[in-house]
C-alpha cells in the first residue's frame, strides 16, 4: 500500500523532471505575459572534433596581464596546459592550469580545463595550443592605456538571432567583451551549454568575454539539483579571486583606466550580505586617477519601462544604489529585458547629473524573443528604447570622455541607430562637492 502511494508520488514527479529536461522552454515561457516576438529556431553546434581535441574554448581577463584559457575535452587524459607566443606555430611559453567536471542528473560534462597564461603584453596578438594537440587558437590582449573598444551585450542565447549579433558585432574589431548575464539558455539541458560554448568559440577564443550570471544560469531542479549555477561556475571562472570577491557570482577587474564591476543579482545583496559587503570594499579602493571610468554591469535592470520584468530589480536597487551613487559610478548596464533602452543619469527615480547613466542591453538574440511593449507613456527619465536585436559598443576615449552606440542587426553594420557622448563623473568637481555637502548633511 506504501509502495502504491510512493509510485504516484514519484512517477508523475520523475515525468515532469524529464519533460522539464527534454522542453524546459515549455517551463520558462509561463507566466510570460508581456508581448513577445515569434521565436527563432535554435541553433544546436555539433561536437565535430575527436574526443581528445580542445572544443568550446574562451577567454577572460585575470588581473592585470593575465589571461585564464578555458575549454573542453571529452578525452579524460588531455593535460591542462596552454603553450603559447607571439609568433604562429611557435610557442615559446606555456603553463599549466587545473580542470573540473560535474555531474547534472543524467549527464556528465566533459574534462573542463582552466589554465592561467601569463604576463602577456598589452596590445599584442598571441598563438596558443590547448593541451598540447589540436587547432592553434589567437587572441589579443587588451590595450593598457586609452582608447578602449568594448561590446555589451546580453541574454545571448544561441538562435539565428544570436548568429546575427555575433556577425555584426564581428564585423567590427573590439577589445573586451561584455555580457551582462543569461548565457546559453540551456535551462538545465545540460548538452545546450555545450552547444553554446561551441557556437560562440570563434569569437571567445579570440577577446576576453568577461560574464557576470543571469536567471537562465541558476538552474535548481528541486531535490534532485539544489546547488545553484552549477554549471555556470564550472564553466565560466570568472577573476573573483583577484578582486576580493569569495564568490564567482560578482568580482571587478580594471582594464585601461576602467574599473568595471559585475554585480550579481541571483545572490544576497542586503546591506548585511557578503555581496554589499564586498561591493564597499571594491568601490572604497577605487583610484579615479588610476581608472576614471567605473562602469557597472548586473542583469536585472534597476530601470525599466518595457512592460516585462516589472520590478524585478527594485529590491536589489533600494540595498545598493546609494553605494554607487556615492562613488560616483560612470555607468550601469543591465540585461534581463529584451529590448534596447538608454535612460538618463539617475538617482533614486530622479534625473541626477552625479547619478549613472542606465541602459538596457537585454536583446543579443535568445529563443524567448523580444519584449515588444513598452510602458505608456513614456517616462522622461527613459531617453531612447526600442525591441529590436542588436549590440553596443562602448568607446572610451580618454579619461573624460567615452561614446556609447547601440547597432540594430537589422541595419547594415556601421549603421549607428542610437549614441551618445559621456564626460566621466571623476572630473566633475561640482559633483564631488556635492557628494561632500550631501555627507556633512546626513542625506546619504
Ligand atoms: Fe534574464
Given at each position: 500500500m506504501v509502495k502504491c502511494n510512493m509510485s504516484l508520488v514519484v512517477i508523475p514527479f520523475l515525468l515532469h523532471i524529464l519533460w522539464f529536461l527534454m522542453f524546459p522552454h515549455t517551463i520558462q515561457s509561463q507566466g510570460n505575459a508581456f508581448s513577445r516576438q515569434p521565436t527563432s529556431q535554435f541553433i544546436f553546434t555539433p561536437h565535430s572534433l575527436s574526443d581528445s581535441d580542445p572544443e568550446q574554448v574562451h577567454i577572460s581577463l585575470v588581473g592585470k596581464d593575465h589571461m585564464r584559457v578555458s575549454w573542453i575535452t571529452e578525452e579524460k587524459d588531455t593535460e591542462s596546459i596552454v603553450e603559447y607566443g607571439t609568433k604562429e606555430g611557435e610557442y615559446s611559453k606555456k603553463s599549466i592550469g587545473d580542470h573540473t567536471s560535474y555531474n547534472y542528473f543524467l549527464y556528465k560534462s566533459g574534462k573542463i580545463h582552466h589554465v592561467v597564461i601569463g604576463p602577456l603584453n598589452p596590445n599584442t596578438t598571441y598563438f596558443y595550443r590547448c593541451g598540447g594537440s589540436g587547432p592553434e587558437f589567437s587572441l589579443k590582449t587588451p590595450p593598457s592605456k586609452l582608447p578602449i573598444d568594448f561590446v555589451v551585450v546580453g541574454d545571448l542565447g544561441q538562435t539565428e538571432w544570436t548568429k546575427s549579433t555575433l556577425k555584426h558585432i564581428d564585423s567590427k574589431d573590439y577589445d573586451v567583451f561584455l555580457l551582462p548575464g543569461d548565457l546559453s539558455y540551456a535551462d538545465s539541458h545540460q548538452p545546450f551549454w555545450d552547444s553554446y560554448g561551441r557556437l560562440v568559440e570563434p569569437y571567445a577564443s579570440r577577446r576576453p568575454w568577461m560574464v557576470t550570471e543571469g536567471n537562465h544560469e541558476i538552474e535548481t531542479i528541486p531535490i534532485i539539483q539544489p546547488h545553484a549555477f552549477k554549471s555556470y561556475n564550472a564553466r565560466w571562472i570568472m577573476p573573483y579571486n583577484e578582486s576580493g570577491s569569495t564568490s564567482n557570482l560578482y568580482y571587478s577587474f580594471e582594464v585601461a583606466s576602467s574599473h568595471i564591476i559585475m554585480l550579481g543579482s541571483y545572490t544576497d545583496f542586503d546591506a548585511q550580505s557578503k555581496q554589499y559587503k564586498w561591493l564597499q570594499y571594491d568601490l572604497l579602493n577605487i583610484d579615479r586617477n588610476i581608472t576614471p571610468w567605473v562602469i557597472v554591469l548586473l542583469h536585472a535592470p534597476w530601470y525599466n519601462t518595457n512592460e516585462a520584468h516589472q520590478g524585478e530589480g527594485e529590491s536589489m536597487r533600494q540595498a545598493m544604489e546609494e553605494l554607487l551613487y556615492e562613488a560616483r559610478v560612470d555607468m550601469v548596464f543591465a540585461g534581463h529585458?529584451?529590448?534596447?533602452?538608454?535612460?538618463?543619469?539617475?538617482?533614486?527615480?530622479?534625473?541626477?547629473?552625479?547619478?549613472?547613466?542606465?541602459?538596457?542591453?537585454?536583446?543579443?538574440?535568445?529563443?524567448?524573443?523580444?519584449?515588444?511593449?513598452?510602458?505608456?507613456?513614456?517616462?522622461?527619465?527613459?531617453?531612447?528604447?526600442?525591441?529590436?536585436?542588436?549590440?553596443?559598443?562602448?568607446?572610451?576615449?580618454?579619461?573624460?570622455?567615452?561614446?556609447?552606440?547601440?547597432?540594430?542587426?537589422?541595419?547594415?553594420?556601421?549603421?549607428?541607430?542610437?549614441?551618445?557622448?559621456?564626460?566621466?563623473?571623476?572630473?566633475?568637481?561640482?559633483?564631488?562637492?556635492?557628494?561632500k555637502q550631501q555627507v556633512s548633511h546626513g542625506e546619504l
Open positions: 529585458v529584451h529590448a534596447y533602452e538608454r535612460f538618463t543619469q539617475i538617482y533614486d527615480n530622479k534625473h541626477d547629473s552625479c547619478g549613472p547613466l542606465y541602459i538596457t542591453i537585454g536583446d543579443g538574440g535568445n529563443r524567448e524573443g523580444l519584449a515588444l511593449k513598452f510602458k505608456q507613456p513614456q517616462s522622461p527619465l527613459s531617453m531612447y528604447r526600442e525591441s529590436s536585436f542588436g549590440h553596443g559598443r562602448l568607446r572610451i576615449v580618454n579619461e573624460t570622455h567615452a561614446h556609447w552606440s547601440w547597432h540594430r542587426n537589422n541595419d547594415a553594420d556601421a549603421f549607428v541607430a542610437d549614441n551618445v557622448w559621456m564626460n566621466s563623473l571623476s572630473n566633475s568637481k561640482e559633483c564631488w562637492e556635492t557628494l
